[in-house]
């Protein structure tokens, strides 16, 4: 499919991007793409005799709409936190969503039959940035500085909040707990700048 090639550029173009303005320009393009892409995927999944592969489709076309904006925010919190490598889990797992659905179309629309291991789910590389934060935050004070261990302290958090934000954006999230997820994460923040000042202010008597 023509329009599946074309996302697949735009696709690689937006996993690269190397700044915000190149991010919001290569989306936008995406966005263009996958609505053409989604347009005639859509028809061939009507024309196809097997239910199997229609339903492959429709959850394939459901996936990239659901993952195309998830991969805005996590690029965007990459190129924020570039040092973070539960960021980059996060990203390398909505990548590889992407390319099945896309492969999902691609198949599925040449009567092939799909084979594919399921992705890591989010939780899990959110476990991992709990787990950097976790290993960080215990402090030796005899040698601890606040220029070195606030700036490591809070690009480990923002990776927590990152991938909670990917749980709080996901369709199935119910509103009710994408806003207790958001006002978490923002009383979170909070509490690391409470707790590091205290932390500084005993260190330093």
């Known amino acids: 499919m023509r329009f599946a090639k074309k996302f697949q550029r735009t696709f690689d173009s937006l996993k690269n991007v190397s700044n915000k303005s190149d991010l919001q320009k290569t989306y936008q393009k995406l966005g263009k793409d996958l609505e053409n892409l989604d347009y005639l995927a859509f028809r061939r999944q009507q024309d196809l005799k097997s239910p199997d592969q229609r339903d492959e489709i429709a959850g394939a076309r459901a996936s990239l709409k659901e993952n195309s904006p998830l991969l805005h925010s996590i ?61 960080l935050i215990v402090l030796d004070p005899l040698s601890v500085t606040e220029e070195e261990i606030r700036p490591s302290l809070e690009k480990r958090l923002e990776a927590i909040i990152s991938g909670a934000a990917l749980l709080a954006d996901s369709s199935c999230t119910r509103d009710f707990h994408r806003e207790r997820i ?24």
């Open 182 to 205: 958001i006002a978490e994460c923002n009383a979170i923040r909070q509490a690391l700048q409470d707790l590091l000042s205290e932390y500084m202010n005993n260190v330093s008597k």
């Open 75 to 135: 690029c965007s919190a990459c190129l924020e936190h570039s040092d973070v490598a539960s960021l980059k889990a996060s990203k390398d797992t909505v990548c590889e969503e992407i390319q099945n659905a896309l492969n999902v179309i691609s198949n599925a629309s040449q009567g092939i039959q799909n084979t594919q291991a399921p992705p890591e789910p989010q939780a899990a590389t959110l476990g991992s940035a709990l787990d950097e934060l976790e290993n």
